[in-house]
């Protein structure tokens, strides 16, 4: 099975900031990776799909990039809404994995 | 409007079995491929299994030969047989939708989830 392996595992951040997320895979997965962002209670939102394109609906401050396997999901211009855990996916098998994810707090 | 409705959770004993349902609406569900995702209390998430239009199924490793996920498109509705439960496979079970027709594997809806809980 592919690994996904992120981190920080957990980021500190203020409103404002710019942040940046990485993943890694065990093989190279192409462009097949997507991003997404859970806040408690709620079920997973999809934010980025195929590396870099934007989900409808979701704002222009989330952006991916990356291929093969090294990938970065960053978030400019932090807003409270945005506090919350990531999660990278690879979408290159059919067994499909998750990264373990990253809890975005307030500082 | 896109609903994915997970109903069929609850509190079973280790080694027991539960069924869980995920009525889909507002798209054509024979289409797409739809997956089950799990979540352990405080923990990641972790894909469990997936079923294509065509009926082609997947497993992850930590439930292949206990859980089975079909669908009946004549219902509209997903289906995720739970075997020889375990304690480590309390989780809230979600059903999520593939964002396209094609093989693409990104989730663009899911439902609210349903709990499962194993009792050791």
């Known amino acids: 099975d592919i690994q996904m392996t992120q981190s920080p595992s957990s980021l500190s951040a203020s409103e404002g900031d710019t942040v940046t997320i990485t993943c890694r895979a065990s093989?190279?997965?192409?462009?097949?990776l997507n991003w997404y962002q859970q806040k408690p209670g709620k079920a997973p939102n999809l934010l980025i799909y195929?590396?870099?394109s934007l989900q409808s609906g979701v704002p222009s401050r989330f952006s991916g990039s990356g291929s093969g396997t090294d990938f970065t999901l960053t978030i400019s211009s932090l807003q409270p809404e945005d506090f919350a855990t990531y999660y990278c996916?690879?979408?290159?098998?059919?067994?499909?994995?998750f990264g373990q994810g990253t809890r975005l707090e307030i500082k | 409007e896109v609903q994915l409705l997970e109903s069929g959770g609850g509190l079973v004993q280790s080694g027991g079995s539960l069924r869980l349902s995920c009525a889909a609406s507002?798209?054509?569900?024979?289409?797409?491929?739809v997956s089950w995702v799990r979540q352990a209390p405080g923990k990641g998430l972790e894909w469990v299994a997936s079923?294509?239009?065509?009926?082609?199924?997947y497993y992850a490793d930590s439930v292949k030969g206990r859980f089975t996920i079909s669908r009946d498109n004549s219902k509209n509705t997903l289906y995720l047989q739970m075997n020889n439960l375990r304690a480590e496979d309390t989780a809230v079970f979600y059903c999520?939708?593939?964002?396209?027709?094609?093989?693409?594997?990104?989730?663009?809806?899911w439902g609210q989830g349903t709990l499962a809980t194993v009792s050791s």
């Open positions: 996916q690879q979408s290159e098998s059919p067994l499909i994995t």
């Open positions: 093989q190279s997965i192409n462009s097949h």
């Open positions: 195929a590396a870099s």
């Open positions: 507002g798209f054509t569900f024979a289409s797409y491929a």
């Open positions: 079923i294509g239009s065509g009926g082609t199924t």
């Open positions: 999520a939708k593939y964002r396209t027709m094609g093989a693409t594997r990104d989730f663009d809806y």
